[in-house]
């Protein structure tokens, strides 16, 4: 079983289409690693997040505002030999984003952002209102870097 590497944009975004959340890694306060799984849309390039308006991510991010996102899917437990330990892998296909938060302010801007996050969940509108809004940090990710990669391919796939 080999690993490759996944260049193909399409092949990219529909990986990322089809997770239901994505694992956001923060540094910390005190510069350890802090990941979070967390609900997301996607369009364009660009990772929507959002939370509350306070809290330990939002101090975190305040102070170091670069992420690392992974989408991962199509778990599956394989083996070459079912005796051989160190046979089984983990079949799956992930994707790695890094870029920089900054926070929409905005209400219009919001309201456009909580839109890509729901629309990635369900196909229906949805009104939001003012107070709701204002008590959300809605997170802009334009993604920066990008990789990809499928794990536990048979050998004689390309």
Known sequence: MKTIIIEDKERVEEIISRCDI???GITDLEGD????????GYQDGVIYLHSGPTGSSIDMLNKNNKVCITFSID???VFQHPQVA??????AKSVICRGKVGFIEDLDEKRQALDIIMKHYIDREFIY?????????????P?????AKEYAVPHYKQ
């Open 22 to 24: 994505c694992y956001v």
């Open 33 to 40: 690693p802090y990941v979070i799984p967390m609900n997301f």
């Open 75 to 77: 778990h599956e437990l």
């Open 86 to 91: 160190c046979s089984y892998r983990m079949k």
């Open 129 to 141: 209102s003012d107070p709701a809004v204002k008590n959300v940090k809605i997170w802009e990710i």
């Open 143 to 147: 993604i920066d870097q990008v990789s």
